[in-house]
């Protein structure tokens, strides 16, 4: 089989797939939520709340998914569709910690464009805090959102949590975020010594990026840690 004809049935194949799921999922509705899928992706994406809560209100699954494989609380943060976002977010059935295709919860994505709000509700919701790989910590801390690297810090969020290849919040904050947010992870006890599997440091990281602020306070930390007879 060439590889060109390869490929197109690859391609309908996935998406016969998709409509196979999608079929099935219908036939498990109730004849009152019946033609409700397309609806609720539909109100989603445009932040009709009352059309998404009276779904809701008549049973419909919250985490169900897209033929993208997406649920709608994904889908709603991704359209900016806040209204519906807060609704499924306060479903008892809505589950909180599900991830995009890049490995992004909905609690890092609202702490990445600094929506306090939303995060707070995330956290009392029991979102989690201190899953494997990038955190919301991470997260937070590379968008220079001082009050959620304050609240994820005051809900025991893992201060030097390392994503794959070893990059801690402080160094993401040292680089893209700012040096009032360097200063707090340092003040509340992050570890200016640690390296990444690179080999950077949070200095590093703020030379890298030509960042002088954060290349201040880490250096002030430093001299500190060294007249104390601390660090490597």
Request: aromatic share 8%.
């Amino acid at each position: 089989m060439s590889a060109p004809l390869f490929l197109i049935l690859t391609k309908y194949f996935n998406k016969f797939i998709k409509y196979v799921v999608l079929y099935g999922f219908i036939l498990t509705l109730t004849p009152s939520l019946a033609g409700s899928y397309e609806d609720f992706f539909q109100a989603t994406t445009k932040d009709e709340v009352n059309v998404v809560s009276n779904l809701l209100n008549r049973g419909f699954d919250p985490n169900t998914l897209n033929l993208n494989a997406e649920p709608g609380l994904l889908i709603a943060l991704k359209h900016e569709a806040y209204k519906v976002f807060e609704a499924l977010l306060k479903h008892p059935k809505t589950n909180l910690n599900v991830f995009n295709g890049n490995s992004e919860s909905p609690l890092m994505l609202v702490c990445l464009k600094g929506n306090l709000r939303l995060a707070q509700e995330l956290v009392a919701r029991k979102a989690d805090l201190n899953h494997p790989g990038w955190t919301p910590l991470h997260y937070a801390a590379t968008g220079g959102h001082s009050a959620i690297v304050k609240l994820l810090l005051d809900e025991s969020a893992y201060i030097d949590a390392e994503s794959p290849n070893g990059t801690t919040p402080l160094m993401m904050s040292a680089r893209y975020g700012n040096a009032e947010v360097v200063k707090l992870l340092i003040n509340e006890g992050a570890d200016i010594h640690l390296k990444n599997q690179l080999g950077l440091s949070a200095l590093d990281f703020a030379k890298d990026g030509a960042r002088p602020d954060a290349i201040q306070v880490l250096e002030a930390a430093l001299r500190q840690d060294k007249t104390q007879g601390k660090g490597p």
